[in-house]
């Protein structure tokens, strides 16, 4: 029988933030979910639990076969080679081409395993997952969510044990993610799934919330979930209000208890002037004045301590919103086209000619299937990439944000890439960007590379909204992604308020329309 517990998991970031707090978890089977804050600690414990970090401390025991995919893999495998050999399916594929014309070669035989069908089989697979059916196709062709549907197709084929699944809704269209979710829903196995897509958690039965470094467990679905965070909330809100209630109560009560013992030192000591009472009677009332005051304050120190300690427990365990800002340019008088397209053909892509034109202040939503060219046509638009065909003609400057933060140097801390970035602003202004977009002090001098998918996209989101001469055409390639509900709906009203245009890519229709596109392009495909 296969098991998997996790016990006492600490775990300390290289800038000494505490991370996981004696963390202890025990996989159950079935689909479970793990959702958090961006920055809280979900990949890193799911790196953990996978191996692919090394414990600092704590144990992990695991009886059975286990399968991850990382959120941030897919740029690492778009340099694999092609599609055969993400599969790990080169040699056989190879040896069935060299039987084919005339081999008689033992290895080729050992090597194909009498998998004699394998290339039409393969191929019939590809196409039902919405890629060409081509086994030899680069990677480096695919887009970010065919890549990702075959990774986690690759995986549900595998059906091990236990699958650790980070963000795998990122990338994937509509088809896409019901696709996950039906297989996620059918997995014979164990899932631990971190995500932020509420259709996607809505289907698993239970839940994990990850925060200052300990899991809160709920049962019944997003849903569900929702209502007991806010029940939860609202009562350590009203326990908090109780408990400052309380303190405010002890303090009055500590300053009129001393008040009262000041007027009667004064009491004693005008008779002990006056001589009206013994000496002895005054000495004793003395003494046990200051026994009373002794005792009282140690009482009164005690009560405070117990109440400070309640009032941090509550405070750690209610959600803080994490204030986000990004300093957006002062709104501009320029005006005219911005970028124009006519019969612009991809140079690859299942996309057919583009023609658009977009002026100044437009804002246009960019959707199309997995694999129809819309990474494709940002790239054309920045230069990266050049056209087959058509005629594109770009005013301002663009700045383009793909879907894995490539213009961040994963090997810089965070200021130093900012100030890379946006070499207009001072040490002290980049560092307040960063203070406002939720880094800590300890995280600007770290390696991008040591930040969660969540905080580099906030990161390269504000450098490409750095303050500059000419109002750039903004490129953004799925931004939504990585990000948790309430950064992603921040960052949905900081585009509406956007003073000039922008490309946008994103598969969630919600977070598209409160960006303020007023304008749609849909990237059909190609007949045949």
Request: proline letters at 5%.
């Amino acid at each position: 029988m296969s098991y998997f517990f996790a016990h006492h998991l600490r775990y300390t970031l290289p800038d000494g933030r505490p991370l996981l707090q004696s963390l202890d978890i025990s996989l159950q089977p079935g689909l479970q979910g793990l959702t958090g804050a961006n920055g809280s600690g979900k990949s890193v414990l799911l790196e953990l639990l996978a191996g692919q970090r090394a414990l600092q401390q704590g144990s992990i025991q695991r009886q059975g076969s286990l399968g991850y995919f990382a959120q941030l893999q897919q740029h690492d495998w778009r340099q694999i080679g092609t599609v055969a050999d993400l599969l790990q399916l080169r040699e056989p594929l190879e040896a069935l081409q060299r039987i084919l014309a005339g081999s008689c070669d033992e290895t080729d035989f050992e090597l194909l395993a009498e998998q004699w069908t394998l290339a039409e089989d393969l191929a019939d697979q590809l196409q039902a997952l919405g890629l060409s059916g081509d086994i030899w196709q680069p990677c480096a062709e695919l887009s970010g969510g065919q890549l990702s549907r075959l990774l986690l197709w690759q995986l549900f084929r595998q059906q091990p044990d236990w699958l650790l699944l980070d963000e795998p809704g990122n990338h994937l269209d509509a088809s896409g993610r019901a696709w996950l979710r039906q297989q996620l829903q059918a997995y014979p196995g164990a899932v631990l799934l971190i995500s932020h897509d509420p259709a996607l958690l809505e289907v698993v039965p239970l839940l994990y919330e990850l925060q200052h470094g300990k899991l809160q467990r709920y049962g019944g679905g997003f849903t569900l979930y929702q209502n007991q965070q806010r029940a939860e909330q609202q009562a350590v809100s009203q326990a908090l209000a109780q408990r400052k209630k309380e303190q405010r109560q002890l303090e009055q009560s500590i300053v009129e208890r001393e008040q009262r013992a000041q007027r009667r030192a004064r009491s004693g000591k005008l008779q002990r002037a006056a001589g009206s009472q013994s000496k002895l009677v005054l000495d004793a009332r003395q003494n046990s004045a200051e026994q009373s005051g002794g005792t009282r304050k140690r009482q009164a120190e005690a009560e405070r301590r117990r109440l400070h300690q309640q009032l941090c427990q509550l405070t750690d365990r209610q959600h803080k919103e994490q204030a986000l800002s990004f300093q957006l340019p002062a709104p501009t008088q320029q005006a005219g086209w911005q970028l124009r397209l006519q019969q612009l053909e991809l140079c690859y892509g299942s996309a057919g000619p583009v023609s658009l034109e977009l002026q100044f202040g437009d804002k246009l939503w960019l959707q199309g299937d997995n694999g129809t060219g819309k990474s494709v046509l940002l790239q054309t638009i920045c230069g990266s990439l050049a056209p087959a065909a058509g005629l594109l003609r770009c005013s301002p400057p663009c700045h383009y944000l793909d879907q894995y933060f490539s213009l961040l140097d994963p090997e810089q801390s965070a200021l130093d890439n900012l100030q890379r970035l946006a070499p207009q602003l001072n040490n002290t202004e980049a560092r307040t960007a960063l203070v406002a977009i939720g880094l800590t002090a300890q995280q600007w001098l770290q390696p991008v590379s040591s930040l969660s998918g969540g905080e580099r996209m906030k990161l390269a989101l504000l450098a490409l909204t750095r303050p500059q001469p000419q109002m750039p055409l903004l490129l953004l390639d799925e931004p939504d992604n990585h990000l948790d509900l309430q950064a992603k709906a921040y960052l949905a009203r900081q585009l509406a308020n956007w003073p000039g245009s922008f490309v946008l890519v994103s598969h969630d229709e919600r977070f598209a329309r409160e960006t303020g596109c007023n304008l749609q392009l849909w990237l059909k495909q190609q007949p045949g």
